[in-house]
């Protein structure tokens, strides 16, 4: 069967502890497969914030149990976070979160809807090999998908600890419906600054800064989707 979508991932299921395994039997339980799905269970919150690849699910649990108002759509394709998230819900009682344990792109792209308040993406797989750019997840078709399901007013925040995707990532945005002429020149003032902050940091040269073992996050990006494009701010946690 031919995919919608290039991948962004290499989907193993890697090792599974006991706990995930017999959390991952509640799966069903808490998975929506659409966004009517999403606006069903919103019916009973204020706000809806999905984080693309949750990984270990920390950061999510952490925001859901400081923010009972808001749901919480949680995306991930790896089981072992699944089942850590699942996991983590069952021992702490949370009952804002929701998941989603495909492909996000299939998902934001059916039926859409403005559902989303706010956005999270968090180091998404960077393939540093130039050949496997293409299948970095951010990118000028992932922005014009995401962006249809996302309020007006709306936020999205992305953060990568790789120049060159961050390079990419601004060039997708300097392209798309979320950018203003005035908010162009941000792109250059935050690249100085992660070159300064990768200089004073580790005292290298940027060129060079690709050795993982060096690289730091590079903090939060944010855009604002306004009908009349977009704001930007350096620097900004999503918490």
């Known amino acids: 069967m031919q995919l919608k979508y290039l991948p962004s991932f290499v989907k193993r299921r890697g090792r599974i502890t006991k706990r995930q395994s017999k959390a991952l039997e509640q799966l ?7 966004v009517d799905d ?10 809806c914030h999905l984080e693309i690849g ?33 996991a983590s819900i069952i021992e702490e009682g949370i ?19 403005e559902v989303f308040d706010k956005v999270v993406i968090i180091c998404p797989d960077p393939w540093p090999k130039e050949k496997h750019h293409k299948r970095r997840l951010i990118n000028d078709e992932f922005l014009s998908i995401v962006k249809r399901t996302m309020k007006n007013d709306s936020e999205i925040y992305i953060s990568t600890d790789w120049e060159n995707y961050a ?12 950018v ?27 060129e060079n800064w690709l ?10 990006e944010k855009w604002t989707n306004r009908p009349n494009g977009i704001v930007g701010g350096l620097g900004q946690n999503p918490d």
Do not use: W
Request: hydrophobic share 35%; proline share 3%.
């Open 38 to 47: 999403i606006s069903e269970a919103l019916k009973n919150y204020s706000s």
């Open 180 to 206: 203003t002429k005035e908010n162009l020149k941000k792109k250059n003032d935050f690249m100085k600054k992660i070159s300064l902050e990768l200089e004073s940091q580790f005292n290298i040269v940027p």
């Open 54 to 86: 949750f990984g270990n699910a920390k950061h999510l649990c952490k925001e859901a149990k400081l923010n009972k108002d808001t749901l919480y759509i949680g995306s991930e394709v790896y089981l072992s976070g699944i089942g850590s998230l699942l």
């Open 167 to 178: 390079e990419s990532i601004f060039d997708s945005f300097d392209r798309s419906d979320f």
């Open 95 to 113: 009952q804002n979160i929701r998941i989603y344990d495909q492909d996000i792109r299939l998902l934001l792209d059916n039926k859409p809807k």
């Open 28 to 34: 069903d339980n808490f998975l929506v497969t659409d």
């Open 211 to 220: 050795h993982r073992e060096l690289a730091t996050p590079l903090g939060f």
